[in-house]
């Protein structure tokens, strides 16, 4: 049961039995993690691990990178939803999120955000490696305080968040060792460039839900499209050079640059239709190609660089 309090748009919970109560809230925490999206991050790092070094590394050692990086990344994920609430209440695709949706209390979820955060920087720091324990300490600050914050006043949000949506590249690397390693430095230029077809889709998408909640975004600052359509052009047309890059340095074979090649051109394509005619259903289309293309070009790199 839920009640409103006046004038916000964040609804708060409202008294129940104890043991149901804790029930509630146990479920609920884990909506905060985003699954999906963690999973694909979560991806991306353990490419990163498994590739950065020049052996396969001990799957004792990946697991442990994954679960410290998983619990700050769900942490940071966590405070990311704290510091939007009311900015997420405003907006039909994030009003059911458990915060606006007055699941979760403001107290609890900034608790559990703190908890989660340090706990996984804990864990990097004693379990993993100091590197990683670094790496994870400026991915948090990055995301949480400086990425967050930056989209309520500047579109440039957009290339500060692909830094951070990259860095847990950098940081499975750092758990291996490897941090500034060729083919890691590869993958994060990889996801970087990745992310600007892909938030300029979704900026698109909900450009008027954002523009509702005052967020600076590409298709908010140019209603037009033109913007965001050049920026998703820009950014593929960049991934196509990077993508191969793996190649280049001979860590990766013609199998893997094929399948870059292929993908990238289809993500290209995907992007300039889109500037052709800037519409949802392109702009659906643009998004779907991004979520078939670094899946399936993360694994085709861990195929052929470790298989």
């Known amino acids: 049961m839920l009640k409103r309090t006046s004038g916000s748009k964040i609804r708060q919970p409202m008294d129940l ?3 149901r109560r804790a029930g509630q809230v146990l479920s609920t925490l884990g909506q905060l993690a985003r699954p999906r999206l963690l999973a694909m991050v979560l991806l991306t790092l353990v490419v990163a691990h498994v590739v950065a070094g020049d052996e396969w590394p001990r799957w004792g050692s990946v697991a442990q990178a994954t ?3 998983a619990l700050l990344i769900v942490g940071a994920m966590a405070l990311n939803q704290r510091l939007e609430g009311r900015s997420d209440g405003l907006m039909v695709r994030t009003a059911g999120r458990p915060l606006p949706a007055g699941l ?22 004693v379990f993993v490696r100091f590197d990683a324990l670094l790496v994870g300490v400026v991915s948090w600050l990055l995301y949480v305080w400086i990425y967050t914050p930056l989209k309520a006043l500047t579109p440039w949000q957009t290339p500060v968040g692909a ?17 500034a390693s060729p083919i890691a430095l590869s993958l994060f230029g990889i996801v970087f460039f ?3 077809p892909h938030a300029m889709a979704i900026a698109w998408l909900y450009r008027g839900q954002l523009a509702e909640a005052q967020t600076k975004v590409a298709s908010v600052v140019d209603p037009s499209g033109w913007l965001p359509a050049v920026v998703a052009v820009g950014g593929s047309l960049a991934l196509l050079p990077v993508s191969l890059m793996p190649v280049w340095i001979g860590q990766a074979g013609w199998l893997y640059g094929l399948a870059a090649l292929t993908l990238g051109l289809l993500y290209l394509a995907a ?3 889109f500037l052709w005619c800037r519409d949802e259903g392109r702009a659906r289309q643009l998004l779907k190609a991004s979520f078939l293309y670094l899946p399936v070009l993360a694994i085709a790199l861990l195929a052929t660089v470790r298989l």
């Open 163 to 179: 830094v951070a949506g990259a860095m847990p590249v950098l940081l499975g690397a750092a758990a291996a060792g490897h941090v």
């Open 104 to 125: 979760l209390s403001s107290r609890s979820v900034t608790l559990f955000g703190l908890t989660a955060s340090l706990s996984g920087l804990f864990y990097l720091g």
């Open 194 to 196: 990745w992310q600007f």
């Open 67 to 69: 679960f410290g990086s």
């Open 271 to 273: 992007s300039f239709r």
């Open 17 to 19: 039995p104890t043991g």
